[in-house]
């Protein structure tokens, strides 16, 4: 958060007080800082540069196409999960060959978009993916490079929403059968084995089942080299937390130094998928004290954001620093439930948070919102989904405009039987 600090009363980003931008951008807003962005990329890249390695960042943590262009600057690609995410990747100039696309429900349309992209590779969830896959490559008479995602049965020890290599996860390959699957896709005509994926989970903030998780698919590529299968990379997803309260996640130096000896031992390309700690403390949410009340007794700071515009509270219950733009004189603090305008007892930022007194026409941030913030908002109760705000040194730059009205029926088409009074 180093692009976020208080200069005197008031907090900036970068060179340039957020009061300034909130003036003429209105409330609410999302604010990303341009050079915490690169320098956090830069330190991943630093970290494992003594390992071949390509950065493929999780674009669903923020898939602006301004943000991806920062990416695409230092030399990374992209890990997709749809069609839209390749078209946003592609429409910020990407190059396909730093592109890979994970989930588990990928269409035919979408793989059949991303074969005639020329994209570097699947990373495939199961047998009947890898058999659609296979039939959608011979149509278009060429072959699929793959991985299939291994599922390793590690705890990441995150919140269970965002754990994804355990057993009972959704995702990937069980590790048990992996052999077997990968002989299965070595016999396909229209299949290029070339890699093997595992991405544990979100939010992790010990190095512990990283590590584990990387020694069995390194054992796992062990045995498929023994079987005559020939692996070039080894795609170690992401998840590295950051800190939101009082976590303590490794720095990537620190994941670097446990994983680099066992990585340097191979000679696999090492694909790492970076998200939430490229971004999520590169931005934050913006807005504003409408109203405050008191009922029975508890305060509630009503604000002009809601949950449509940031999930993760109500989704995760997720804990999200909240800091006066304008730091007030007065000593007073209270013990206040930070809440939105939308029609549901789930829309709040914080319980119970310890807070200044404020005043209607506050201005707040909603500190580590750059990550899972805009990518999951919605147009729930009707309401105009909000900028997104690049700082770079003094100058602010928008990067998507607020919705206006015409923006919610876009697309929306009255039946013929319906315009008779």
């Given at each position: 958060m180093d692009d976020f600090q208080y200069h005197g009363q008031e907090l900036f980003s970068e060179k340039i007080p957020v009061q300034k931008v909130a003036e003429k951008?209105?409330?609410?807003?999302?604010?990303y800082s341009y050079n915490t962005i690169l320098n956090h990329l830069r330190v991943f890249k630093d970290a494992f540069k003594?390992?071949?390695?390509?950065?493929?960042?999780?674009e669903k943590a923020n898939s602006n196409i301004s943000i991806l262009r920062i990416i695409i600057k230092e030399g990374g690609g992209?890990?997709?999960?749809?069609?839209?995410?390749?078209?946003?990747?592609?429409?910020?100039?990407?190059?396909?060959?730093?592109?890979?696309?994970?989930?588990?429900?990928?269409?035919?349309?979408?793989?059949?978009?991303?074969?005639?992209?020329?994209?570097?590779?699947?990373?495939?969830?199961?047998?009947?993916?890898l058999f659609v896959i296979d039939e959608v490559a011979e149509e278009l008479q060429t072959k699929a490079r793959v991985a299939l995602r291994v599922n390793p049965d590690v705890d990441p020890?995150?919140?269970k929403y965002i754990a994804t290599g355990l057993k009972e996860s959704k995702f990937g390959i069980s590790i048990s059968n992996a052999v077997q699957e990968y002989k299965l896709a070595e016999s396909l005509e229209n299949i290029d084995v070339v890699g093997i994926h595992k991405h544990i989970g979100s939010q992790i903030?010990?190095?512990?089942?990283?590590?584990e998780a990387v020694e069995k698919i390194i054992s796992l590529a062990d045995i498929l080299k023994k079987e005559g299968i020939q692996i070039k990379y080894l795609n170690i997803g992401g998840g590295l937390g950051i800190t939101y309260s009082d976590e303590?996640?490794?720095?990537?130096?620190?994941?670097?130094?446990?994983?680099?000896?066992?990585?340097s031992k191979t000679k696999y390309t090492i694909i790492f998928e970076p998200g939430r700690v490229i971004v999520g403390?590169?931005?934050?949410?913006?807005?504003?004290v409408l109203y405050t009340k008191m009922n029975e007794g508890k305060n509630f700071i009503i604000v002009d954001a809601g949950m449509n515009d940031f999930l993760r509270p109500s989704l995760y219950d997720s804990y999200?620093?909240?800091?006066?733009?304008?730091?007030?004189?007065?000593?007073?603090?209270?013990?206040?439930?930070?809440v939105g305008p939308i029609c549901e007892s789930g829309d709040f930022f914080a319980k119970d948070r310890i807070l200044p007194d404020l005043k209607k026409g506050s201005l707040l941030a909603v500190m580590s919102a750059g990550a899972y913030g805009f990518t999951m908002s919605s147009n729930y109760n009707s309401r105009r989904r909000i900028p997104e705000v690049l700082v770079k040194d003094e100058q602010h730059y928008v990067i998507r405009e607020r919705e206006n009205y015409t923006d919610l029926i876009k697309g929306e088409k009255i039946p013929e039987f319906l315009n008779h009074d």
């Open positions: 951008i209105g409330t609410p807003f999302y604010l003594k390992v071949p390695h390509l950065i493929c960042f999780a992209f890990d997709i999960i749809s069609g839209g995410e390749l078209y946003r990747a592609l429409q910020a100039n990407a190059d396909p060959q730093k592109i890979v696309f994970a989930g588990v429900g990928k269409t035919r349309d979408e793989i059949r978009y991303a074969l005639k992209s020329n994209i570097l590779m699947f990373n495939v969830e199961s047998t009947d993916e020890k995150t919140h903030t010990q190095t512990g089942p990283f590590v303590s996640p490794p720095h990537p130096k620190e994941l670097a130094a446990e994983l680099v000896p066992i990585l403390n590169a931005g934050i949410l913006v807005t504003r999200q620093r909240i800091l006066p733009v304008i730091k007030s004189s007065a000593d007073k603090n209270i013990s206040a439930d930070v």
